[in-house]
């Protein structure tokens, strides 16, 4: 019998795979030559081993990227809707940004003080966000475990609790997932030598009885949480999920910790801002300073009290909390003119204009193929998932992820001059994307689904 994936028959799948990987290989001479140079001297011929996660038969290597477009080295030209997985949510190099950092690094790259640049952008954080304090990081792996620290030394107590199948950065914490009835180490981990387990509880995203029973033994510091979870396809917070998860932790005194590193793309002052919620930290990286590693973490009045509190109470030494000064001033130089000139009420509204247009083509394409697929969006990203319903959990998310489906998509449309993110199917929607760009997508989304068709007569 024929097996199906998500729709389409797996040898049409399989046959699309293999004619868009040498028509990949057809049109990448250098950059394949370039994989082998660089495959003598780096793990798995990449500098970041995930580099190579792309599905392609080696990495495109990349000549320049601006605005929304990335050129390769072998002269291809693309309209890049995956943006650096979120890094370049804002365009690529944008412009102020640019010029900020060019400045700054005639100024100096690194220094132990602050200078102008971080009091505009500390008033910047604060109007934007809503949260009165905040701290530098240099990567919002750095800022979650920060924000851990904190709250477990405000509360005295040892435990967070996340959703299975989050992912908040390299922060050693939270790499646990949901077995059955327990909670156990991610099976992926490399050289974990703790049991996460031991202070990490992790319940089901939506799932309110099970946050209530995890709080309610009184020894969960923080819950750190994405708004949306993006890291698992795409899993949208039911109706009131996110509000009785803040009530439920007031109630437990337990503090709440938002990820909005990849939900900045919800509007201005990311997704809290937008929905009215109001936690304990926040935090943003990646994006926030256009692309430049930096990220940042804020928090309420009351939580700096109580960071006052910890600080002036603690024994001498170091506390733990800190990350590298190198290149800080470079870092908030392009933070303040990122928030200062990109991340504008008028760049949001081109964004998710164009991320809204993307929505309608892609739902349209999918109603008149009859394709057993879904859209999901928050704000200026996109998801297409390959199940008649949206997941509820990461786990079902995780779980309905298709084999070779996604991979074959993806590839088709590099090939036709579309990036869009690998591991799941994101689209982010930049200011600087061109609206005739977001219609190539969609066009090759459809050709894609007819060839696919199409192969399955052959
Ligand atoms: C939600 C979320 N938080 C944190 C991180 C880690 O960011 P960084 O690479 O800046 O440490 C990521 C990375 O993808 C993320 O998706």
Not at 211 to 234: H, K, Q, Y
Not at 431 to 447: K, N, Y
């Amino acid at each position: 019998m024929t097996e199906i994936i998500a729709g389409m028959p797996r040898a049409a799948v399989e046959r699309m795979l293999a004619a868009e990987r040498d028509r990949f290989t057809g049109l990448h001479p250098k950059s394949r030559a370039l994989a082998a140079r660089g495959a003598a001297h780096w793990l798995h011929g990449v500098p970041m081993h995930w580099m190579n996660d792309w599905g392609t038969p080696f990495p495109v290597h990349v000549a320049e990227a601006r605005g929304a477009a990335l050129a390769d080295v072998d002269g291809n030209r693309y309209v890049d809707f995956c943006l650096g997985d979120t890094g370049a949510m804002f365009g690529h190099s944008p412009a102020p940004v640019a010029e900020a950092l060019a400045v700054q690094a005639g100024k100096g790259l690194t220094t132990m003080l602050p200078g102008e640049d971080a009091v505009a952008a500390g008033e910047l954080l604060a109007a934007r966000f809503g949260l009165p304090c905040w701290q530098m990081a240099q990567t919002a792996s750095d800022a979650n475990r920060s924000v851990i620290r904190w709250a477990r030394a405000m509360t005295g107590r040892p435990a967070i609790l996340v959703f299975d199948q989050c992912y908040h950065g390299m922060v050693d914490d939270t790499f646990v997932c949901v077995d059955g009835h327990r909670v156990v180490n991610r099976p992926g981990l490399v050289g974990q030598a703790a049991d996460l387990a031991v202070n990490t509880r992790c319940v089901e995203f939506n799932d309110l009885p099970a946050v209530d029973a995890a709080l309610r033994r009184r020894d969960v510091a923080l819950v750190l949480a994405e708004p949306v979870m993006t890291n698992a396809g795409m899993v949208l917070p039911e109706p009131g999920f996110l509000e009785s998860l803040h009530d439920l932790a007031r109630r437990h005194r337990t503090l709440v910790a938002m990820d909005e590193t990849h939900t900045l793309s919800s509007g201005v002052g990311g997704y809290c801002r937008v929905a009215g919620l109001e936690p304990d930290f926040l935090v943003a990286g990646k994006a926030i300073a256009g692309g430049y590693p930096c990220a940042v973490y804020g928090f309420t009045g009351e939580v700096e009290q109580r960071m006052r509190g910890v600080l002036a109470s603690k024994p001498a030494g170091h506390s733990g909390v800190g990350t590298t000064l190198a290149g800080n001033p470079m870092a908030t130089a392009a933070l303040h003119a990122c928030l200062e000139s990109v991340m504008t009420t008028a760049a949001y509204g081109r964004m998710i204009a164009l991320a809204e247009r993307l929505e309608d083509g892609l739902e349209r394409l999918i109603e008149q193929e009859e394709l057993p697929w879904h859209v999901q969006r928050v704000g200026a990203r996109l998801e297409v998932g390959f199940t008649r319903r949206p997941p509820r959990t990461g786990r079902q998310s995780v779980d309905a992820l298709p084999s070779l489906l996604p991979e074959a998509v993806r590839l088709y449309l590099l090939n036709r001059g579309v990036i869009i993110t690998p591991f799941h199917n994101m689209m982010l929607l930049s200011p600087e994307t061109p609206s005739a760009a977001v219609d190539q997508l969609a066009s090759a989304w459809s050709q894609c689904v007819t060839d696919l068709r199409i192969a399955a007569r052959d």
